[in-house]
């Protein structure tokens, strides 16, 4: 005879449940991954410009963000937007925009981004940004982003038209703390090169380590450290809601933006500075 036991303690019955739910998560974000990065690859050098406007759902500050932490894992109680214009380098012919939106659900935070370059009739980029964050537990956050976008050249090499597909995902973990937040995310990019003579692979991984230290209310510090890249930071200082100024620090480059409150809405500027290439300016206006 077999005898069915009954589990009667209902703190053991939850926590069954919960490790049930967390197992099948587990699964649909290894399913997705293994999806994403089915082979795949280019050997087109030049990472999208345009590829690292993330909008944050809120006011962008240039082509840098705070902190790493400040990206898909991070969960939004407001329905928030924005769209703007860029000019990279202080090339005239070379002008991209951006559109960003982010919808809240219950638990959840959805943010979609699409954003244009266009260097002349000879350069042509767009990428496509979806996230999806969720909560937990009060103070742990998990959020998974999967970016893609092309690039066409044409005139590439007597007349031939080139067009470059990539796909990138990243999967974060954030802590969320009153004074210091700290996070982990993985990044995947794969890619594939379409000509008439060859399909050349590539494929890469990035792991990146964030910290916000948050001193006092209205300040922030973000710190990022990838593996053999120099280290990048940031400072976000937001003075009585109306206006907010930021600094960030990476590589090569330097990074000053601005955000006023109108009536509305919000008014963001902001310059990149790059030692060689120049410098990008951004404005866009944002719901927050």
């Given at each position: 005879m077999i005898k069915r036991f009954e589990i009667k303690n209902k703190g053991v019955k939850k926590?069954?449940?919960?490790?049930?739910?967390?197992?099948?998560?587990?699964?649909?974000?290894?399913?997705?991954?293994?999806?994403?990065?089915?082979?795949?690859?280019?050997?087109?050098?030049?990472?999208?410009?345009?590829?690292?406007?993330?909008?944050?759902?809120?006011?962008?500050?240039?082509?840098?963000?705070?902190?790493?932490?400040?990206?898909?894992?991070?969960?939004?109680?407001?329905?928030?937007?924005?769209?703007?214009?860029?000019?990279?380098?202080?090339?005239?012919?070379?002008?991209?925009?951006?559109?960003?939106?982010?919808?809240?659900?219950?638990?959840?935070?959805?943010?979609?981004?699409?954003?244009?370059?266009?260097?002349?009739?000879?350069?042509?980029?767009?990428?496509?940004?979806?996230?999806?964050?969720?909560?937990?537990?009060?103070?742990?956050?998990?959020?998974?982003?999967?970016?893609?976008?092309?690039?066409?050249?044409?005139?590439?090499?007597?007349?031939?038209?080139?067009?470059?597909?990539?796909?990138?995902?990243?999967f974060a973990i954030l802590r969320e703390g009153q004074y210091f937040n700290f996070g982990v995310s993985f990044k995947q990019l794969s890619s594939k090169d379409v000509t008439l003579k060859s399909i050349p692979e590539r494929n890469s991984q990035e792991i990146c380590y964030g910290i916000m230290v948050k001193p006092v209310k209205g300040a922030n510090l973000g710190l990022d450290y990838e593996f053999g890249e120099p280290l990048k930071a940031g400072v976000e200082v937001e003075v009585a809601d109306a206006l907010k100024c930021e600094i960030g620090i990476r590589k090569n480059m330097f990074t000053l933006g601005f955000s006023l409150r109108m009536p509305g809405f919000r008014l963001n500027f902001s310059t990149l500075l790059h030692t060689e290439m120049g410098e990008t300016y951004f404005i866009s206006i944002s719901g927050k």
């Open positions: 926590y069954l449940m919960s490790v049930a739910r967390f197992d099948a998560l587990s699964v649909l974000i290894i399913i997705f991954a293994f999806l994403i990065s089915f082979p795949a690859a280019a050997s087109f050098e030049m990472c999208p410009v345009s590829a690292e406007l993330l909008g944050r759902g809120g006011w962008s500050v240039a082509d840098d963000r705070l902190s790493s932490l400040d990206n898909s894992a991070v969960t939004s109680e407001v329905f928030n937007w924005e769209a703007g214009r860029a000019n990279y380098y202080g090339i005239s012919e070379l002008n991209g925009g951006f559109l960003s939106l982010q919808i809240p659900s219950k638990a959840n935070s959805f943010n979609f981004i699409y954003s244009t370059l266009k260097f002349s009739s000879v350069y042509q980029e767009s990428v496509y940004s979806f996230a999806l964050a969720k909560n937990l537990t009060k103070n742990l956050n998990a959020g998974l982003r999967l970016n893609t976008y092309r690039i066409d050249i044409a005139e590439f090499e007597d007349g031939i038209n080139t067009r470059t597909m990539y796909s990138n995902y990243d």
